[in-house]
């Protein structure tokens, strides 16, 4: 197998684990975010309880939409360093290419 070949695959590979990390951590702060609320709910129901109950559960649930915002945000530079790799592999094929010709 070449180098190229194992670079490639190795992309793909990379790519593969950080799709399934993105699903795995998204229902991770869903399931966080339901339990936060189902937790705030048990609080005192004065001003107290209700301002702390607010706090915590909007601070919990943001973390999801945060995540999907750095996942969108991640998704080009991902597919600009597949580009990148492509033309690299390109490269060092021709420079395989050029230096067998040369000999």
Same mark, same amino acid.
């Not at 399931?31 to 909007?58: C, E, H, M």
């Not at 690299?88 to 010709?101: D, G, P, V």
């Given at each position: 197998?070449? +180098?190229? *070949?194992?670079?490639? @695959?190795? %992309? ?5 684990? &950080? =799709? %399934?990390? !993105? ?6 702060? !869903? ?10 709910? /048990? @609080? ?21 939409? +945060? *995540? ?11 597919? =600009? %360093?597949?580009?990148?790799? !492509?033309?690299? &592999? ?5 420079? !395989?290419? +050029?230096? /067998?010709?040369? +000999?």
């Amino acid at each position: 197998m070449s +180098n190229y *070949l194992i670079i490639e @695959l190795s %992309n793909c590979e990379l790519m593969r684990k &950080i =799709e %399934n990390y !993105k699903v795995s951590l998204l229902e991770r702060t !869903k399931r966080f975010g339901i339990a936060v609320i189902k937790i705030s709910s /048990q @609080l005192p129901k004065n001003p107290a309880g209700f301002t702390v109950a607010d706090q915590v559960v909007r601070s919990s649930t943001s973390i999801g939409a +945060n *995540l999907i915002e750095a996942q969108e945000n991640i998704t080009p530079l991902l597919q =600009e %360093n597949n580009e990148i790799v !492509k033309i690299l &592999i390109a490269t060092l094929k021709k420079l !395989k290419s +050029n230096l /067998q010709f040369d +000999n």
